[in-house]
């Protein structure tokens, strides 16, 4: 395994060392506020009796674990809450290795950067089956990709970083692909309330002892600091994800898994709707001036995050570079996500100043 920190760390760290004003659209995490009944409910934690700060059990707080399990139909044992969705990819994709003859996980390209690097931290060896030129996968490139040696396929719906939202036809023929080589099908959903195409249908919508539902609370309540999120596991499979996340955590964070209960249960739709809002807003704010720039880029189904593709500026660290020193604009290189959209940067819209981070590539381009 390489010990090379992830390029996001690096960009992050260019960026806030950078002389200047710079708008940051490197990070995945929101800019807006958690809902109200979070706040609360860690208020009121703080007043806990002693013996609410001690241990809870492993595999999350038991009601948190009804109320996941409620909302999404699935038994109470299948739920194990994780350290955010992080785990959860990483408890996933150790139970499909370990069960497997195989070491192979199918990954896509482009990539969330963490998927590979998780994989090879388990003995797995990452295989790529490139994506759509808009995003969306063909299934029957992932069954050609699949073989026996096939342990995971893992996809991420609403996608980081292309934007693309998978239909329910794809989830199906997802699913079955992973039934037929006897794999587990990964199925990362943190983005899930942000689909803005009402295509979105989440893996749990098949019924099947061949995959793993991973999703957090990190984007969904604005907690990306708090570290919550699950993994919806196979009856089969469950103990020994519990046991990995057992032996390496003990167990998750209990005021932060209390405080997403009361949010779970307090918030309403409206919560929700607003921030899916905001983000239309941006994104059709961010890509008119991308227009402008003459850039080419892409208008996501769901998720936070618009790739652009500038004129010979390919999505290098050092274009990255030097566009934060030259405009002030701090994005991801293309490169960070596999080969594929190696030309083209990925910007996060979570910074109310898209508008002016738009202008100012406008004037750069
Ligand atoms: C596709 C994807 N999966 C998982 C995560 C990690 O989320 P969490 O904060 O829940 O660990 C992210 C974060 O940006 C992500 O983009």
New binding site residues.
């Given amino acids: 395994m390489s010990n090379d920190r992830p390029l996001f760390f690096q960009v992050m760290q260019y960026a806030d060392r950078a002389d200047g004003d710079v708008i940051n659209m490197v990070s995945?995490s929101p800019d807006w506020e958690p809902p109200a009944a979070l706040r609360e409910g860690l208020v009121e934690y703080a007043d806990s009796e002693p013996d609410a700060f001690q241990y809870q059990p492993s595999e999350g707080l038991t009601k948190l674990r009804a109320e996941i399990a409620d909302r999404r139909g699935v038994d109470l044992e299948q739920v194990v809450v994780t350290n955010?969705?992080?785990?959860a990819?990483y408890l996933a994709m150790a139970a499909a290795l370990e069960r497997s003859g195989g070491d192979e996980v199918l990954l896509t390209d482009p990539v969330?950067p963490?998927y590979p690097r998780k994989a090879e931290l388990l003995s797995g060896v990452p295989e790529y089956v490139s994506a759509n030129a808009d995003g969306t996968l063909d299934p029957a490139l992932i069954r050609d990709a699949a073989t026996e040696e096939t342990a995971a396929i893992v996809v991420?719906t609403p996608n980081?970083p292309t934007g693309a939202v998978y239909d329910e036809s794809t989830m199906c023929e997802l699913v079955a692909i992973a039934e037929d080589v006897d794999a587990i099908l990964v199925s990362?959903e943190?983005?899930d309330h942000f689909d803005y195409s009402g295509d979105f249908s989440s893996a749990l919508a098949v019924d099947s002892d061949h995959r793993i539902v991973t999703n957090?609370f990190?984007?969904s309540l604005a907690i990306?600091g708090f570290?919550v999120?699950y993994a919806v596991v196979p009856h089969a499979l469950i103990d020994s994800v519990k046991t990995r996340h057992m032996l390496v955590n003990v167990a998750g964070s209990r005021p932060a898994q209390y405080a997403v209960l009361q949010a779970l249960q307090e918030t309403e739709p409206a919560y929700y709707r607003e921030n899916r809002e905001r983000m239309y807003a941006r994104i059709e704010a961010f890509t008119d001036g991308l227009e402008q720039a003459g850039a080419e880029y892409t208008i996501p189904d769901g998720g936070f995050y618009v790739l652009a593709r500038f004129p010979e500026f390919p999505g290098t660290l050092a274009n990255v570079e030097q566009l934060i020193d030259d405009t002030g604009v701090a994005g991801m290189p293309g490169e960070a996500f596999g080969s594929a959209r190696d030309e083209w940067l990925r910007f996060a819209l979570l910074s109310p100043r898209v508008d002016e981070a738009a202008d100012r590539l406008a004037e750069y381009f």
Avoid: C, P
């Fill in positions: 995945g955010g969705g992080a785990e990819n969330y963490y991420t980081n990362d943190v983005y957090s990190s984007k990306t570290r999120g």
